[in-house]
């Protein structure tokens, strides 16, 4: 996780405090209970001072990367013809190609 200053931490926890009297206010304004009004204040302050706390933090997270990042497939050399084929359809019209055999080479009837 990123490091937090002091400064980051007394933000966080001023601006969490604010914020949960606020809730608190307007729970109680729309005539909540009083305890679900308690509740949703301190769920809503402590949201509010730990997404405060992350913000001004001195050292953004960094982006993990993709786990097949650094994976270099090659499959012009695993599979021969592929890298001639632009799309699934080749200039020729099919994808496969037939691949001549011994057999191939008899006259046709």
Known sequence: MAKTTRNAQKEGVRGGLQAAIAFLIAFIALRYGILLSIFFAGVGGFTVGFILRWWRSSEGSKPKLHPFANVKLKPAKRY???ADIGSRQ????????????????????
């Open 90 to 109: 080749s200039s020729r019209g099919d994808l496969y190609i037939k691949q001549k055999s011994s057999d191939d080479n008899s006259p046709e009837e």
């Open 80 to 82: 021969p013809g592929l």
